[in-house]
């Protein structure tokens, strides 16, 4: 069974070595050693279908929306925020730290200390094809930036080291699926879904076209569903686990 490959100890090395670029911050070029690393990690797990998005951030401005978000819309109504969903309940702002001088650790300190610059931001994905519906596909992603001047090794290398223990072993030669099946780290998550947001702009026209013509290749296969990792370790304001970043040997 796939789900007897999974192994904790490479999970835990995985987020060791995404903590060596500290907290991943976008634009900045902690974030893009991130990005060579776990592009070359995919490859090394035997995920040859390894591509990059390019986009730039920040991104246009959207047209503004005829109705303000956070209107209500009928007598009792509950605003609703971005997309439709509606807030309930005490909500208090949840900001990252973005003053150094909290963070105690001087390492920590210096290796987060670069500010994001330049507009052009990329991230990786990897693909495992399927054998029968190549034209159809999952998504499994996590985000691989974080912010606060810490190592971001819950949010979000956790999520990350999942997919990336997952592509390793959907990779495996002996491994075949009917569906598609691809592996995605955004980044920007932080500054506002932005990766997510330009892949679809990007990406979303090319659903389930055959390229070239005959070719039996599918460059974007058809959406069925996504599934995305975060804080997989102290979600809901509890360790679930004892381990925590660093008491494993760094990767070699």
């Given at each position: 069974?796939?789900?007897?490959?999974?192994?904790?100890?490479?999970?835990?090395?995985t987020?060791?070595?995404?903590?060596?670029?500290?907290d991943?911050?976008?634009?900045?070029?902690?974030?893009?050693?991130?990005?060579?690393?776990?592009?070359?990690?995919?490859?090394?797990?035997?995920?040859?279908?390894?591509?990059?998005?390019?986009?730039i951030y920040?991104?246009?401005?959207?047209p503004?929306?005829?109705?303000?978000?956070?209107t209500?819309?009928?007598?009792?109504?509950?605003?609703?925020?971005?997309?439709?969903?509606r807030?309930?309940?005490s909500v208090?702002?949840?900001?990252?730290?973005?003053?150094?001088?909290?963070?105690?650790d001087?390492?920590?300190?210096?290796?987060?200390m670069?500010?994001?610059?330049?507009?052009?931001?990329?991230?990786?994905?990897?693909?495992?094809?399927?054998?029968t519906r190549?034209?159809?596909?999952?998504?499994?992603?996590?985000?691989?930036?974080?912010r606060?001047?810490?190592?971001?090794a819950?949010?979000?290398?956790?999520?990350?080291?999942?997919?990336?223990?997952?592509?390793?072993i959907?990779?495996?030669?002996?491994?075949?699926?009917?569906?598609?099946?691809?592996f995605?780290?955004?980044?920007?998550?932080?500054?506002?879904?932005?990766?997510?947001?330009?892949?679809?702009e990007?990406?979303?026209?090319?659903?389930?076209?055959?390229?070239?013509?005959?070719s039996g290749r599918y460059?974007?296969?058809?959406?069925?569903?996504?599934?995305?990792?975060?804080?997989?370790?102290?979600?809901?304001?509890?360790?679930?686990?004892?381990?925590?970043p660093?008491?494993?040997?760094?990767?070699?």
């Open positions: 069974m796939l789900v007897e490959r999974l192994d904790l100890e490479r999970y835990r090395t987020i060791n070595g995404l903590t060596q670029f500290g991943r911050r976008q634009g900045t070029d902690r974030n893009r050693a991130a990005v060579d690393w776990i592009e070359a990690q995919l490859k090394s797990y035997g995920c040859t279908n390894t591509e990059r998005l390019t986009y920040p991104p246009p401005p959207p503004a929306p005829t109705v303000p978000v956070g209500p819309r009928g007598p009792g109504d509950v605003p609703r925020m971005v997309g439709g969903v807030q309930r309940g208090t702002a949840a900001a990252p730290n973005v003053d150094p001088d909290i963070q105690p001087a390492r920590l300190r210096a290796l987060n670069q500010e994001p610059s330049g507009n052009e931001r990329q991230e990786v994905y990897c693909t495992k094809i399927g054998m190549p034209d159809e596909m999952y998504i499994v992603s996590a985000h691989m930036d974080g606060g001047f810490g190592e971001a819950n949010d979000d290398g956790s999520g990350t080291a999942l997919v990336m223990e997952l592509a390793r959907f990779s495996a030669a002996d491994v075949q699926t009917e569906r598609s099946n691809r995605i780290l955004w980044n920007n998550e932080e500054t506002g879904l932005n990766g997510a947001r330009v892949y679809v990007q990406r979303s026209a090319l659903q389930g076209k055959e390229e070239p013509a005959g460059p974007e296969p058809k959406w069925l569903g996504m599934i995305q990792h975060d804080m997989m370790l102290f979600d809901h304001g509890a360790p679930t686990a004892q381990w925590r660093n008491s494993a040997p760094k990767p070699t």
